[in-house]
């Protein structure tokens, strides 16, 4: 049986960092809000989802 040397334990997913930084940012913003629940539109605050939809240009206008 041939056994795969074992390499660094310091191995780095960079995509599920940033998603368990958004979770993290998530569960602040929950634990924050005075109501039960966060509704789509703060979500969408939190994750910054409006930049990604709307980016801006070099002037810093929002494109159409």
């Known amino acids: 049986m ?3 040397p074992a390499r660094g334990t310091a191995v780095q997913d960079h995509v599920a960092l940033a998603e368990i930084e958004l979770c993290g940012d998530l569960i602040i ?3 924050a809000a005075r109501e039960d629940r966060l509704t789509p ?4 605050e939190v994750l910054k989802v409006a ?3 709307h980016p801006h240009t ?3 206008t929002p494109t159409p």
């Open 2 to 4: 041939h056994v795969a």
């Open 29 to 31: 913003a929950a634990s």
């Open 58 to 60: 070099p002037n810093n």
């Open 51 to 53: 930049e990604e939809r």
């Open 41 to 44: 539109d703060q979500i969408d």
